[in-house]
């Protein structure tokens, strides 16, 4: 199933007359404050977001597992689907590949294919937190920290293997989550498994190639409930600040206890230019998998707010962070809740970039929180729809993607092509 630019067009010549006059009602009340319409419709146009490989299917949770049908079942088609993803919104024209789940076994026909739906290669992601089939050592207790320096080795090694898919690939950074850490108290001495996951990290870090970075995630629990090994930003920076400068902190929204303030977390990160990339997701008590925005949207907005002011200009965003969406959808269809996510990003970059940030700037300089709040609200209270659809549609993408996906029985064809029993690699 492939989306051709004949059905974008006529979706959007059926769209026009909705879309053009809600659209000169906001430009105009945008050009009357000075906000450069023509730029900010650039810049929303020109921001991408990658798609995970391991989300395209259903994802579960330990209880169990609802098949959504049409699932890709090898890597080529799930290319195919975040081709059809990036064909109806032009935003999501990357793919960040899991290794193992998605070994791709002839890199140049993989590249050729993902360059015919438009799509580049974004970060690779290793996975030390299972243990595959004929695989020598077992990782129960820890990879990277592991007492054991045969595992660990091991562990090195795996990375080493993927940062290799990557360069075939084009690929320019490795992501390294850690599912290290104990269940019990006193199972596991915190410096030593601190040390050993540094230790190892160099020697990854050793084999990073001159352009590449490695992005290193945390996670406060899950799998391990007592300690993680890198459970907070702050092991994260450290460990980044020993590796060097192509060492990076990576942001996972769901990562964080309930009510961290990330957006302070973000701040101090693009301060000290040790901010790499970022995982879109949401998070109403532990989990780190709802649809992007549909629970703290204000505090995407902040985000947004801090990731625009701490950078010079918008291309610095686009190119110095890594930006990701990892999700896993349990009982909505996959590629429904990803437009819907990527939405929900742009929407808050958007309003992020209508923040009057000299007033901003002058209340907190006279220490006003009322005109603070005020200005962040005038923002944030924007409906930028109207400003969201005309960069797709000058982008070539559908004036509203969702609308199309459904009506073009996207997933119905899919299930005709692939079956309902196919299974995609993942979580
Ligand atoms: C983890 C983490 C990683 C992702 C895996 C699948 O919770 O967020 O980024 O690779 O899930
Ligand atoms: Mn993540
Ligand atoms: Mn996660």
């Known amino acids: 199933m492939k989306i051709d630019q004949q059905q974008i067009e006529d979706h959007n010549r059926n769209y026009t007359q909705r879309h053009e006059h809600r659209f000169e009602s906001l430009a105009d009340q945008l050009v009357k404050q000075d906000h450069p319409v023509e730029e900010l419709i650039d810049h929303l146009a020109a921001f991408q977001v990658a798609i995970p490989s391991w989300a395209l299917g259903a994802g579960g949770t330990r209880f169990g597992r609802f098949p959504i049908g049409g699932e890709p079942g090898n890597l080529e088609e799930k290319i195919a689907d975040v081709g059809i993803l990036h064909a109806l919104n032009r935003s999501s024209g990357a793919i960040s590949l899991h290794i193992p789940w998605d070994i791709p076994e002839d890199s140049a026909a993989v590249r050729e294919l993902a360059e015919q739906h438009d799509l580049v ?10 243990d595959q089939e004929g695989q020598e050592h077992s990782y129960k207790f820890g990879s990277l920290c592991h007492t054991d320096q045969a595992v660990r080795q091991q562990a090195i090694d795996h990375n080493i293997e993927v940062i290799g898919y990557g360069k075939q690939l084009g690929s320019k950074a490795l992501t390294v989550w850690l599912a290290d850490g104990s269940n019990f108290p006193g199972q596991q001495n915190f410096q030593k498994a ?28 899950e799998p391990n409930f007592y300690s993680m090994v890198i459970p907070d930003w702050g092991t994260s920076f450290l460990l980044a600040n020993k590796l060097g400068d192509r060492a990076q902190t990576l942001v996972d929204l769901g990562h964080h206890l309930p009510n961290t303030n ?5 701040a101090t990160l693009l301060m000290e230019d040790k901010l790499g990339g970022f995982h879109f997701n949401d998070s109403k008590y532990g989990d780190d998998d709802l649809t992007t925005g549909t629970i703290k949207p204000y505090q995407l907005f902040l985000i947004f707010n801090e990731l625009v002011q701490g950078t010079e200009n918008p291309a610095d965003l686009r190119q110095n962070i890594a930006w990701m969406i990892d999700a896993s959808h349990n009982v909505k269809d996959p590629l429904e809740d990803l437009l819907q ?3 929900a990003i742009n929407q808050a970059y958007a309003k992020a970039m209508l923040v009057d940030r000299e007033l901003l700037e002058e209340a907190r300089n006279s220490n006003d929180p009322v005109l603070a709040q005020e200005t962040l ?28 996906y459904r009506q073009l029985e996207v997933r119905n064809k899919l299930v005709e092509e692939r079956g309902s029993e196919t299974r995609a690699t993942g979580l």
């Open 377 to 404: 609200q005038d923002a944030c209270q924007t409906d930028v729809r109207p400003l969201l659809r005309e960069a797709r549609i000058r982008n070539k993408a559908a004036a509203d993607p969702l609308q199309l």
């Open 121 to 130: 290669f974004d970060a690779v992601n290793s996975n030390t937190f299972q």
């Open 341 to 343: 996510s990527v939405e």
């Open 262 to 266: 990330i957006e302070q977390i973000v």
């Open 194 to 221: 601190l040390s050993n996951t540094q230790a190892s990290l160099e020697q990854i870090y050793a084999a990073l190639p001159a352009d590449w970075e490695i992005l290193i995630e945390y996670k406060p629990y």
